[in-house]
């Protein structure tokens, strides 16, 4: 390392002073850690002023930063001005506070030695101009590195010890809690809304329903407020935070580490039998999915679902990605005879028989309800009863059902599901429900009229067949890949503006599209911001995919009131 040359006594040597601390406390004190290490570096610079040691305006200061990283402000700005020969000397409190690290201290040195550079550290009376004060600066260095490793190790073990006892050690504190004195204490609104999530999904067996219902229901994520009063949270809850959510064992008082699991010192929010039915769905579903069981075996509604219309609806599945999903769809776009003028569906089996499912355990846990759809029966006081309580025992005991009891249930009861553009409709055998619940077997000679359950919901054409918007369209979903559409609309206008290509047909090429595309994308670039704003948020027509969209662009309108139309969003 070159030592900056002080043979003329006039000559001014240009001396930096670095300061950190690894955490921000104390620093909003008048007079706090990095002013006194400032504070004696700018002494050591004073009694050197005979040799022409000056000290530069700038202050680099990293107040609360880790020396176990390079990437600080103050350090990348002092690293950018020794490059620009800005400075010449480092001086600093002690060798630790510029890095902690062995690798990064190599880099610096690195630096250093090649922009004429010294280093100093005031209390440790050694600097970088000598090779024994390398070697004992490196030797420092290594001990540094040591203590912050076994500092680490302390804080592991400490963290270790401390959730075996059942402990909270700190993080974002979950739905249905909050924190006092460092533990955490039962919020009553937020538990309820937690037992909400792990009952409904008990019940509906799918994550994709139970998002859509609390998407529905306002339900939203846990709001926080930050550091300086920022404000978090208070967002749609995602199908990976509903995983996360019904697999926290803190929702059971429990503490999970390191693949162990241990008591916890708060109160649980969810009881043991809902907690372990929920798992168990959980490990049913994951199973399926790995195994594309739910694709290959008997569809729950095969031989059942059919549309407005009682054209039968054929259940069918399809890879992607490696995993399969099952449909129920219109025999016309299996056999590929379509006829004009007749719709067609295309619906993912998994909701359609989560709302079937549902609707049918609410009928059943409604007493009024199924006594009176018994009553065109006429049973006796004490035959009707034990139907009632037949029913809800079985309304109780739905969740846990195995599926090929629930398969039996729906099979000797439900006589067709019905599906409409804007509802659901189970019929149910009145005489063959009366014998699924215990009623036994009866002679009558009267037919009795199905009876009817009703599930609202809207379909919407989207691709190939519907999508299922459930309770009359009230949620939305916000596409990504319609977002990253009209992203790249954007930037191909820039590109289109900037003139960088010699042709139309080098800018295709270069952006490998074809010219309708690129058209296209042009045109969506100047959509009417209300109805990108419409589109960012979700309240875009279901049917409006990003292909259709870009078919549509070709023939955008310039005209904003007009573009509303052409794109099918309500007015």
């Known amino acids: 390392?070159?030592?900056?040359?002080?043979?003329?006594?006039?000559?001014?040597?240009?001396?930096?002073?670095?300061?950190?601390?690894?955490?921000?406390?104390?620093?909003?004190?008048?007079?706090?850690?990095?002013?006194?290490?400032?504070?004696?570096?700018?002494?050591?610079?004073a009694s050197q002023r005979h040799a022409g040691w000056t000290a530069v305006a700038d202050m680099y200061d990293d107040g609360g930063l880790s020396g176990g990283t390079m990437e600080r402000p103050a350090l990348q700005r002092l690293l950018v001005d020794i490059k620009a020969n800005k400075v010449q000397i480092v001086v600093v409190y002690k060798v630790d506070?510029?890095?902690?690290s062995l690798a990064d201290f190599a880099k610096i040195v690195d630096i250093f030695d090649g922009h004429g550079a010294s280093f100093v550290s005031v209390t440790q009376q050694f600097n970088t101009t000598t090779s024994m004060g390398r070697l004992t600066?490196?030797?420092?260095?290594?001990?540094?590195?040591?203590?912050?490793?076994?500092?680490?190790?302390r804080i592991r073990d400490k963290i270790a010890a401390s959730k075996a006892k059942g402990m909270w050690m700190g993080g974002n504190v979950p739905l249905g809690y909050d924190i006092q004195d460092r533990k955490l204490i039962v919020n009553k609104s937020e538990a309820d809304t937690i037992r909400l999530i792990f009952q409904r999904y008990a019940e509906l067996g799918s994550v994709t329903?139970?998002?859509?219902?609390?998407?529905?229901?306002?339900?939203?994520?846990?709001?926080?407020?930050?550091?300086?009063?920022?404000?978090?949270g208070g967002q749609k809850l995602s199908r990976g935070a509903l995983y996360l959510m019904l697999q926290n064992r803190?929702?059971?008082?429990?503490?999970?580490?390191?693949?162990?699991?241990?008591?916890?010192?708060?109160?649980?929010?969810?009881?043991?039998?809902?907690?372990?039915?929920?798992?168990?769905?959980?490990?049913?579903?994951?199973?399926?999915?790995?195994?594309?069981?739910?694709?290959?075996?008997?569809?729950?509604?095969?031989?059942?679902?059919?549309?407005?219309?009682?054209?039968?609806?054929?259940?069918?599945?399809?890879?992607?990605?490696g995993k399969r999903y099952r449909y129920y769809i219109s025999t016309s776009l299996l056999d590929g005879k379509r006829r004009a003028g007749q719709g067609t569906f295309r619906l993912p089996a998994g909701e359609i028989e989560g709302l079937v499912l549902d609707r049918l355990r609410a009928f059943l846990a409604s007493r009024s309800g199924s006594a009176e759809a018994m009553a065109p029966i006429d049973l006796s006081a004490d035959a009707l009863e034990a139907v009632l309580h037949h029913a809800s025992?079985?309304?109780?005991?739905?969740?846990?059902?195995?599926?090929?009891?629930?398969?039996?249930?729906?099979?000797?009861?439900?006589?067709?599901?019905?599906?409409?553009?804007?509802?659901?409709?189970?019929?149910?055998?009145?005489?063959?429900?009366l014998n699924a619940l215990g009623g036994g077997p009866v002679s009558i000679d009267d037919n009795f009229a199905p009876i009817v359950l009703s599930i609202a919901a809207n379909l919407r054409r989207a691709g190939k067949g519907k999508r299922l918007v459930i309770a009359g369209n009230a949620h939305r979903e916000i596409d990504a890949n319609l977002i990253a559409l009209l992203k790249q609309a954007f930037a191909t206008r820039a590109a289109f503006l900037t003139g960088t290509d010699d042709s139309l047909s080098a800018m295709t090429q270069r952006l490998g599209m074809g010219h309708g595309q690129l058209v296209a994308l042009v045109r969506l670039s100047y959509l009417a911001p209300d109805l990108i704003r419409d589109c960012i948020e979700g309240r875009h027509p279901v049917e409006l995919t990003p292909t259709r969209l870009l078919k549509l662009g070709k023939d955008l309108p310039h005209d904003w009131s007009v573009q509303r139309t052409h794109l099918g969003f309500a007015r």
């Open 250 to 321: 803190i929702y059971c008082a429990e503490i999970k580490h390191k693949g162990n699991v241990y008591p916890g010192q708060h109160e649980a929010i969810v009881d043991p039998d809902l907690w372990q039915v929920v798992q168990d769905k959980l490990a049913t579903n994951r199973q399926e999915r790995a195994l594309g069981v739910s694709a290959e075996s008997p569809s729950l509604l095969a031989g059942l679902i059919v549309d407005a219309e009682g054209r039968r609806l054929t259940p069918t599945h399809a890879n992607k990605r």
């Open 137 to 153: 600066l490196n030797m420092l260095l290594s001990f540094a590195q040591f203590e912050r490793e076994i500092a680490g190790e």
């Open 97 to 100: 506070r510029l890095t902690r």
């Open 209 to 232: 329903l139970l998002r859509k219902e609390l998407a529905r229901q306002g339900i939203v994520s846990k709001r926080r407020e930050g550091a300086g009063g920022r404000l978090s």
């Open 393 to 433: 025992q079985l309304a109780a005991r739905w969740q846990t059902l195995p599926s090929t009891e629930v398969m039996k249930f729906v099979r000797s009861s439900v006589e067709r599901v019905s599906v409409a553009v804007d509802r659901i409709e189970v019929s149910l055998d009145c005489l063959k429900l």
């Open 1 to 45: 390392m070159r030592t900056p040359d002080r043979s003329l006594g006039n000559s001014k040597v240009r001396c930096a002073i670095y300061t950190r601390k690894s955490s921000d406390e104390g620093l909003e004190q008048e007079f706090n850690s990095l002013d006194a290490q400032r504070e004696a570096c700018a002494a050591y610079i």
